[in-house]
């Protein structure tokens, strides 16, 4: 069964501007884009590209540390050791996936502490989709199969994204998210199979977060203003539509096979436009959840906040042992100086 539909690409290096192109770092940006290079860090870029950049990968980045508490929440519940061994692996993954993003925005001049701070002071965004409740096991298989899925789609093309650094940071997590999706249709499959009750859990899942998951590619292309500057700058490489479209065609499919529905009876395939369409989403809930009125957003940020407390002390630590480190070679320098 085909899981995700788009292969990742390899790195394009970025290219010495082109023979003749000698008119300045504007033009070397424009070739970059033009030849569909990478934008590396020591590149000139404008600085509206620099600040998309900064806004869309700290948002992805909050979003994978967010992300981990709804399974986290679960990890003591799993109903096996094995679930729960794997249900840990797959929450640390999400915080691996955050740690390469922060980099990844971090070479465009942001630090990292600032981002922390903006998120914990209720300043950044995160998927709206975290700011759900995750009600029964059945959700761990609901998040991977559907959370996961709809992320795949979402990254795969960003894999091919003009800046170097998030593009290659995607390759890496696209690979883990498949893995995540794989083991999320496992969960269901296996409740699916099971008892009556087990069957329900899962539908009752699959009906909660089908449409906050459709939601996480983004408002309607009509009311998306980021979209049209971020396709012409090659970050983004399709509109929020095509790719819900290509996600509703995915689990539709996928959906039979665990032999359960999803809560949409408007799902069809419109040959004239080639896209598959599907029944009207809840915008106003979408803007609420946005707005920070969704019904987890209080406590998700409630939590990020109390983790970064209780995170000071490994940081003063951490400070501490790099500045006796710097002190030792600093010594061991001047030493090695009065012997030369
Ligand atoms: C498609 C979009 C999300 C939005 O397109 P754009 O062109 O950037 O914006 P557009 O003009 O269309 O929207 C107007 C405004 O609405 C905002 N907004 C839109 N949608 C959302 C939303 N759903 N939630 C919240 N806000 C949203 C948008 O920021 C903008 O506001 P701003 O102007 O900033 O104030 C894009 O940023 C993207 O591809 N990001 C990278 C992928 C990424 O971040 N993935 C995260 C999930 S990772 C994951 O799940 C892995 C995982 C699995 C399981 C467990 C743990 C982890």
Known sequence: MQLFTEAPVASVPAEAPAAGDTSGPESHFEHLLAE?????????????Y?????????????????????????????????RKAILMAKVQDEAGHGLYLYSAAETLGTPREKMTADLI??????????????????????????????AICNQVPLCRASY???????????????????????????????????????QDAINRWYAPSLMMFGPPDDDSPNSKQSMAWNIKRFSNDELRSRFVGMIVEQVKVLGLTLPDDRIRYNGDTGQWEHGPLDWAEFKEVLAGRGPCNAQRLARRREAHEDGAWVREAAAAYAAKQAAATAAAQARQAEVA
């Open 50 to 82: 620099r600040k998309t950049l900064v806004r869309q990968i700290s948002q992805h980045a909050h979003s994978e540390i967010i992300g981990m508490q709804p399974e986290a929440n679960w990890i003591t519940r799993a109903p096996s050791l094995k």
């Open 164 to 202: 170097g650094p998030y593009g290659r940071a995607m390759v890496r997590i696209c690979k883990e998210e498949s893995f995540h999706q794989r083991q999320g249709f496992e969960i269901l499959l296996e409740l699916a199979n099971g008892t009556e009750a087990q069957r329900e859990m899962a």
């Open 121 to 150: 002071a209720g300043k950044a965004r995160y998927s709206s989709i975290f700011n759900y409740p995750a009600l029964s096991w059945a959700d761990m298989g609901a998040i991977g199969w559907l959370v996961d899925g709809a």
């Open 36 to 48: 569909d290079s990478r934008v590396e860090p020591r590149d000139w870029m404008p600085e509206a």
